[in-house]
């Protein structure tokens, strides 16, 4: 079973949390799940593993092997990434982290007054929030190492195989993945909705459900390394 022995790999799992002041921002539903199941694997196929979770996500219990580290924000996030694959013999990452589109550009209060960095926007102040695109940290992960093994995932609002498919495709392409897992939004509120394993050409396995697919997932790296 132990197909990964003397591999690492990095994974990414749960939410950013992009910050509007020290106790509040804006995230998402991710809780790190599949995550979570894919360490369990890599771990039993004798991985050594990287964790790189979200503020809020759910973590596997700590473990010979498995290394955690929290981050925040797209930037933290980002930093993290590329100073292990840079500095360390990272041989895969496996992108679940869902990662925020926008990010705070600046605020202002009701009548267009930029608001301070003070900390903690008072509770009486109305703040309106001005975002900007957030950068694609895994488009830059080929440029950093254009060796290792990138796995991304892409979840759209559908659950129709072909679009599925279809998307995970031309996302392949723009992040240089040499694979990339397509679920439906409905896989943020169950545990059994039908993930699509696509790679760049041939046949596309199909994950029933997070357990499923993180088994699936780790026995094509396991034949991939």
């Known amino acids: 079973m132990e197909l990964l022995t003397g591999k690492k790999i990095l994974i990414t799992s749960g939410g950013t949390v992009e910050k509007w002041d020290e106790v509040r921002g804006h995230t998402n539903l991710a809780r790190g799940t ?5 360490v369990g694997e890599a771990l039993q196929r004798g991985a050594e ?9 759910e ?11 929290s981050f925040l ?57 001005h975002f900007k695109k957030a950068p694609k940290v895994i488009t830059e992960i080929k440029n950093w190492r254009p060796d290792l093994f990138l796995v991304g995932f892409k979840l759209e609002h559908t659950d129709d195989e072909s679009y599925l498919v279809q998307r995970a495709r ?28 696509v790679p760049p050409s041939g046949d ?3 994950g029933r459900g997070k357990k499923h697919t ?8 396991s034949h991939s390394l």
């Open 214 to 221: 993180a088994a699936a997932l780790m026995d094509i790296l």
């Open 59 to 69: 973590t596997p219990p700590d473990a010979p092997g498995l290394r955690k580290e």
């Open 73 to 129: 924000g797209i930037d933290d996030l980002t930093e993290k990434i590329r100073a292990r694959v840079i500095n360390e013999s990272v041989d895969a990452v496996i992108m679940t982290a869902a990662v925020s589109d926008w990010v705070v550009d600046f605020m202002t209060d009701a009548h267009g007054n930029r608001i301070a960095e003070t900390g903690k926007i008072q509770s009486d102040v109305l703040p309106i929030v």
């Open 49 to 57: 593993v990287i964790l790189l979770h979200g503020y809020f996500a």
């Open 170 to 197: 031309t996302r392949m392409e723009t992040w240089r993945a040499d694979l990339t897992v397509a679920n439906p939004s409905t896989s943020l509120h169950t545990e059994d909705a039908p993930h699509y394993l």
């Open 204 to 206: 596309v396995r199909i």
């Open 34 to 38: 599949i995550g979570k199941y894919l």
